[in-house]
């Protein structure tokens, strides 16, 4: 089973970037579609953005036109560019992986331990 491990968050102020990287220990390759999701405190975890094996991508309405989900096979690692952060996107965020379905829905059996995205001035 590929063990995936999420690094990039930190402190960032209100309009600020961030890019959080999700690297697997295997091949990415098997694997069809790849996702980024987060969990603020006192919520449930929330699906972010998708990406598949072609390149193919989905987005939550409330990260569309600020985030950016991308994957190279080669290197075994997903990126996801988070620009014009607001204070709201506050969370921990985790990614995942397997078919389309799983993968949109985030119902995973195993989570890793995410990386903190603090948005505030």
């Known amino acids: 089973q590929v063990q995936l491990v999420e690094s990039g968050g930190g402190l960032v102020q209100p309009g600020g970037s961030l890019r959080l990287s999700c690297a697997a220990s295997?091949?990415?390759?098997?694997?069809?579609?790849m996702g980024w999701y987060r969990q603020a405190p006192l919520k449930q975890r929330e699906f972010v953005a998708a990406?598949?094996?072609?390149?193919?991508?989905n987005y939550a309405d409330f990260v569309k036109g600020r985030f950016t989900i991308s994957r190279d096979n080669a290197k075994n690692t997903v990126y996801l560019q988070m620009n014009s952060l607001k204070p709201e996107d506050t969370a921990v965020y985790y990614c995942?992986?397997?078919?389309?379905?799983?993968?949109?829905?985030?119902?995973?059996?195993?989570w890793g331990q995410g990386t903190q995205v603090t948005v505030s001035s």
């Open positions: 995942n992986g397997g078919n389309w379905i799983a993968t949109m829905t985030g119902r995973f059996d195993s």
């Open positions: 990406v598949t094996k072609g390149g193919t991508t």
């Open positions: 295997g091949s990415l390759f098997s694997i069809a579609a």
